[in-house]
T-cell receptor
């Protein structure tokens, strides 16, 4: 069964600290993996998209990694800011025909001062 | 803003009411989507339209009825809903239908629906 599991479920860190969010998936055949940021009361916003051949991609202070062999991805946030408080959602796309996007439940990050 | 707008932002309705959610995208995209987001659950894809044709319907109850009159507008008509239908309903668009495509999907702000 195609699944995306994220950990931790929630995380609290101090402003300025780094953190890493995890995503494990069992989607097959794999096409691409995305990380979204969703602020409270708003729709998700795309941070990164990685295909099978890419193992790292950055977007400002956000760096995503992908290990297609172990089917794991991580999102590393550097020098966190209060505005990073949000839900981070991992989404894996299957290479099967059709839309086939499998969403994780998300990790809720709270950055405190 | 993402270029995808949704109205209304909040909606409270009784189980016997009929209401509609509206989505408009100003990005020139060809694909539009409805998602349901419930607390502590992953986003659930409801419907997908590509060039105004429905290409996916994920076993959604008939009390939800989508309509795509053109590539820029998407509606979700609601009737005789249940309290468990209370959720955030998100609209999204992308240049091509998602899946193998790596096109970015742009989401609207959502409609927070409460069914009494």
């Amino acid at each position: 069964k195609n699944q995306v599991e994220q950990s931790p479920q929630s995380l609290i860190i101090l402003e300025g600290k780094n953190c890493t969010l995890q995503c494990n998936y069992t989607v097959s055949p794999f096409s691409n993996l995305r990380w979204y940021k969703q602020d409270t009361g708003r729709g998700p916003v795309s941070l990164t998209i990685m295909t099978f051949s890419e193992n790292t991609k950055s977007n400002g202070r956000y760096t995503a990694t992908l290990d297609a062999d172990t089917k794991q991805s991580s999102l590393h946030i550097t020098a966190s800011q209060l505005s990073d408080s949000a839900s981070y959602i991992c989404v894996v796309s299957s290479a099967q025909a059709g839309t086939a996007l499998i969403f994780g439940k998300g990790t809720t990050l709270s950055v405190s001062s | 803003e993402t270029g995808v707008t949704q109205t209304p932002r909040h909606l409270v309705m009784g189980m016997t009411n009929k209401k509609s959610l509206k989505c408009e995208q100003h990005l020139g995209h060809n694909a539009m989507y409805w998602y349901k987001q419930s607390a502590k659950k992953p986003l659930e894809l409801m419907f997908v339209y590509s060039l105004e044709e429905r290409v996916e319907n994920n076993s959604v109850p008939s009390r939800f009825s989508p309509e795509c009159p053109n590539s820029s507008h998407l509606f979700l008509h609601l009737h005789t809903l249940q309290p468990e239908d209370s959720a955030l309903y998100l609209c999204a668009s992308s240049q091509r239908v998602q899946g193998p495509s790596t096109d970015t999907q742009y989401f609207g702000p959502g409609t927070r629906l409460t069914v009494l």
